[in-house]
């Protein structure tokens, strides 16, 4: 993702944002299973943030390279889903580690080379166990995320860090703003800077099994997206643009002939192949001068 490694001089944060209302009760097809989207949420979060966490620790020591927050909205409210404290919604991931969960196993449906489904278990850590209620103030989660990431990028311990990144999913829904005003405030989100890189905004859509389209992708060409669905125009247009220079990465991962610009956004798939793109700890660095 970045021109330097993820590090403990270089840290970054990290922020996702989930759609609990009502509507998030419904069904989606995951990875060849029929699960609730709440459902689908939670395991994306849950294994992402083991990810990161696995990522971050070595030798059983967790590096402190990240902070890490989860909003949830839903009724009338957002609030944070990994603190007890909606004023302080990151946590560095050595607190995480500290504070791991007992694994829960969950089971996805995976398809063999004879075309045979199997149900095969996945162990991950409950970090949030989310419901679907109410209604969906999609605005109000992201002017706490706005708040959050302006707090963070703000914070002079933060000044050698990366600019954040945000993954929120959702299946479109919004209760509390109508479209043109939620894409004028995740314009602002995706304007904000830290040490002239933007915050980079990815969306994950979930489209309910057997409505609209249920068809996977990931980092959708701006050339070649087109469709009469408002919910997928709507979370491509809330999506930021990945920066040029990662597009030769982004050509690797889906097809080596394929050319940008892409958007940074995923139907009906899990955004994990986001973290390919991230270097890790992978480079030893010195500490950037006080005036770079």
Same mark, same amino acid.
């Given at each position: 993702?970045?021109?330097? %490694? ?16 009502? %509507? ?49 909205? *839903? /009724? &009338?409210?957002?609030? *944070?889903? @990994?603190?007890?404290?909606? =004023?302080?919604?990151?946590? =560095?991931?050595? +607190?995480?580690?500290?504070? @791991?969960?007992?694994?829960? *196993? ?32 999609? &605005? ?19 000044? #050698? ?5 945000? #993954?929120?999913?959702?299946? /479109? ?51 070649? #997206? ?9 979370? &491509? ?7 040029? =220079? ?7 991962? @889906? ?11 995923? #139907? ?6 986001? @973290? ?7 480079? +030893? ?8």
């Amino acid at each position: 993702m970045y021109d330097r %490694s993820v590090s403990h001089c270089c840290r970054c944060a990290i922020l996702f944002i989930v759609d609990c209302s009502l %509507s998030m009760k419904n069904f989606t097809r995951f990875s060849n299973t029929i699960k609730s989207k709440i459902e689908v949420a939670a395991i994306i979060v849950n294994h992402f943030i083991d990810e990161l966490v696995a990522r971050a620790t070595r030798n059983a020591y967790t590096r402190d390279y990240y902070d890490i927050g989860v909003i949830g909205y *839903s /009724g &009338y409210e957002a609030v *944070s889903l @990994l603190t007890c404290d909606d =004023r302080r919604i990151f946590v =560095r991931v050595p +607190q995480l580690a500290e504070a @791991l969960p007992q694994p829960k *196993s969950i089971y996805l449906n995976q398809q063999l080379h004879d075309g045979r489904m199997i149900s095969v278990p996945m162990n991950i850590h409950p970090w949030i166990e989310p419901a679907a209620a109410g209604a969906s103030p999609m &605005y109000e989660a992201m002017v706490m995320a706005k708040t959050a990431l302006r707090e963070w990028c703000d914070d002079p311990a933060n000044r #050698f860090g990366h600019a954040p990144m945000v #993954f929120h999913i959702t299946d /479109g829904t919004c209760s509390d703003a109508d479209d043109l005003e939620i894409v004028s405030l995740a314009e602002e989100i995706k304007e904000l800077e830290h040490r002239g890189d933007k915050v980079m905004l990815f969306n994950v859509y979930l489209a309910t099994t057997d409505e609209g389209d249920e068809s996977e992708d990931i980092y959708p060409r701006e050339e070649m #997206f087109a469709t009469a669905d408002r919910d997928r125009e709507f979370i &491509y247009r809330l999506s930021s643009t990945l920066p040029h =220079r990662l597009e030769r990465c982004v050509a690797e991962l @889906l097809e080596p002939h394929s050319s940008g610009p892409y958007r940074a956004t995923a #139907f009906n798939i899990s955004p994990l192949s986001m @973290l390919s793109l991230i270097k890790i700890g992978t480079q +030893q660095e010195a500490l950037p001068r006080p005036d770079q």
